[in-house]
């Protein structure tokens, strides 16, 4: 099932019922499982792994070289899960290092010119809407909704569940469950919607209003003193406080507030 136009490298490896359209090329070191679609004028480059059922739209360039101007040559990777969809000009690029990988998650959706830049870790169930923009070494938690045409600094992290809003510059971690927009970004809320929409009870999202309140409602006052005065209440027993907690707690760039 590969189109006369295609070019596949005889040292790319293709799973079982792999449709490959029109002017696409699949290079070498190229990793494809069973019931992946490339429409048309798709790039794969390797050393790339895809699971099953990938889809990608024209003109997508996925397991391109690290634009890292550290990089020094070494063959560099991308593991990709299954069931992800790339929508048209969409980039994702390769490790810098050989010791390092660019992962991708399954059930991911990425709109049209979005980017994911070298190292990153991307979880499940996340979006990226258009023009959406991903520097080197970020991470992407579970079911997180990026907007069109936010922007992440390398090495921010974007937790579980939480929405950064459209046209947002966000240079510090962006808390899960939370609602992130603005330039510069601020937290705004908690994503109630999205969380009701995620099967979250009633006692989860009390408790995680309470816990925005005490951390994020009193943008002037101390952090670790707030965590210190949540963590004292039944509200920190709470997995999805506890979660936000951790997060915090082990944050290297500072949170968004």
Same mark, same amino acid.
Request: no cysteine; hydrophobic share 35%; proline share 3%.
């Given at each position: 099932m590969i189109h006369p136009t295609a070019i596949v490298s005889p040292l790319a490896t293709l799973g079982r019922n792999v449709r490959v359209g029109p002017y696409c090329i699949v290079g070498a070191n190229v990793e494809l499982g069973d019931d992946c679609v490339l429409h048309s004028h798709v790039v794969l480059e390797g050393h790339s792994k895809f699971g099953r059922a990938n889809e990608f739209f024209a003109f997508a360039a996925i397991g391109g070289k690290t634009q890292d101007l550290k990089y020094a040559g070494d063959p560099t990777y991308l593991e990709v899960g299954d069931l992800n969809v790339f929508r048209e000009n969409t980039t994702v690029h390769r490790s810098t290092h050989a010791d390092s990988v660019t992962r991708i998650g399954s059930h991911n959706l990425f709109l049209c010119y979005s980017h994911v830049a070298h190292d990153c870790q991307i979880g499940s169930h996340v979006i990226l809407s258009n023009s959406v923009a991903l520097a080197g070494h970020i991470e992407v938690g579970d079911y997180a909704i990026i907007s069109g045409a936010a922007a992440i600094h390398q090495f921010c992290r974007v937790g579980k569940h939480a929405l950064v809003g459209g046209l947002s510059r966000v240079v510090q971690d962006v808390p899960p469950f939370m609602i992130?927009?603005?330039?510069?970004?601020?937290?705004?809320?908690?994503?109630?919607?999205?969380?009701?929409?995620?099967?979250?009870?009633?006692?989860?999202?009390?408790?995680?209003?309470?816990?925005?309140?005490?951390?994020?409602?009193?943008?002037?006052?101390?952090?670790?003193?707030?965590?210190?005065?949540?963590?004292?209440?039944?509200?920190?027993? #709470?997995?999805?406080?506890?979660?936000? #907690?951790?997060? #915090?707690?082990?944050?290297?760039?500072? #949170?968004?507030?």
């Open positions: 992130v927009e603005g330039n510069p970004s601020k937290t705004r809320g908690l994503n109630a919607i999205g969380l009701q929409r995620r099967g979250f009870d009633e006692e989860d999202l009390q408790a995680l209003k309470t816990a925005y309140k005490k951390l994020f409602l009193k943008k002037d006052g101390n952090l670790a003193i707030a965590l210190s005065s949540l963590k004292a209440t039944h509200t920190g027993d #709470i997995p999805a406080v506890r979660d936000l #907690i951790e997060f #915090i707690e082990n944050s290297q760039r500072g #949170i968004t507030r």
